[in-house]
């Protein structure tokens, strides 16, 4: 318990579920998530947490962070995984914040985001990459359900699939079926060895990403993060692995 008796939004999380590993557990005694992050966060990160009181009125969220380098955070999950991405990620959330604030300096801030901005949100909020046989990649870009998680369910023991939208983790806090990433196309391989974050930040070109390069993966689906998918009559669902449209 926290300090009035309050519970830290992150006591509770199973630090052991599948789509966590890799993500470090933060285990810290302060009160709020902004401090949480801010102890967490290393002398040489590119950014601070700072309380959503500080931005001004009038002034756009992600022009705040990439005028002052201050992330905005209030005390819940949502904002707890996105400092944990920012963290883990800090090139690529950079990147995306850069390419938000060029669309606001070129654009302003008007009713809608524009096809740019849109994108880099999706992936902010909902992205995954997948590191993937190819055989994985086109059946997965062909939405064949039974061949991508039955058929050739073990080349899935040689692909790993990394989360990155933080609304997606704040939602897997409670796992439902229908829960679905958008996997991010990549206009470059990643080569063997390569730093994640710093290969993602340098593929994310403006245009490519305005096309918006995603394919919908439901996760729960992937072998191993759902004990229910062992019964392969999981994927009959056709509410949830639907098939490709025609055009």
């Not at 995984?81 to 070129?106: D, I, S, Y």
């Not at 990433?181 to 060895?193: L, N």
């Not at 403006?206 to 999981?234: E, M, Q």
Request: with cysteine; hydrophobic share 45%; proline share 8%.
């Amino acid at each position: 318990m926290e300090a009035g008796g309050l519970s830290a939004p992150w006591q509770g999380i199973d630090w052991q579920a599948p789509w966590l590993q890799g993500w470090a557990p933060l285990a810290s005694s302060a009160p709020t998530v902004c401090g949480a992050l801010e102890a967490a966060r290393p002398a040489t990160h590119p950014v601070r947490f700072v309380p959503q009181s500080t931005l001004p009125a009038g002034v756009a969220y992600e022009q705040f962070i990439f005028d002052t380098g201050g992330v905005l955070t209030r005390d819940n999950l949502h904002d707890f995984f996105n400092g944990l991405v920012w963290l883990r990620f800090p090139q690529t959330k950079q990147r995306l914040n850069q390419l938000h604030a060029q669309a606001l300096a070129a654009q302003g801030v008007g009713a809608t985001r524009g096809p740019l901005r849109d994108a880099a949100t999706l992936l902010d909020e909902n992205g995954a990459l997948l590191l993937a046989p190819e055989p994985l990649w086109q059946a997965l870009a062909a939405r064949q359900w039974q061949r991508l998680f039955v058929e050739l369910r073990p080349l899935w023991q040689q692909a790993q699939c990394i989360l990155f939208g933080h609304a997606l983790l704040e939602q897997l806090i409670q796992p439902r079926k229908p829960l679905t990433a958008h996997v991010y196309q990549a206009r470059t391989a990643m080569k063997p060895g390569a730093d994640i974050d710093t290969w993602l930040a340098h593929d994310l070109d403006a245009a490519h990403l305005a096309r918006k390069p995603f394919t919908p993966l439901p996760v729960l689906g992937i072998p191993g993060w759902c004990a229910d998918n062992a019964n392969y009559s999981f994927y009959d669902d056709s509410f949830v692995f639907r098939s490709a449209r025609v055009a």
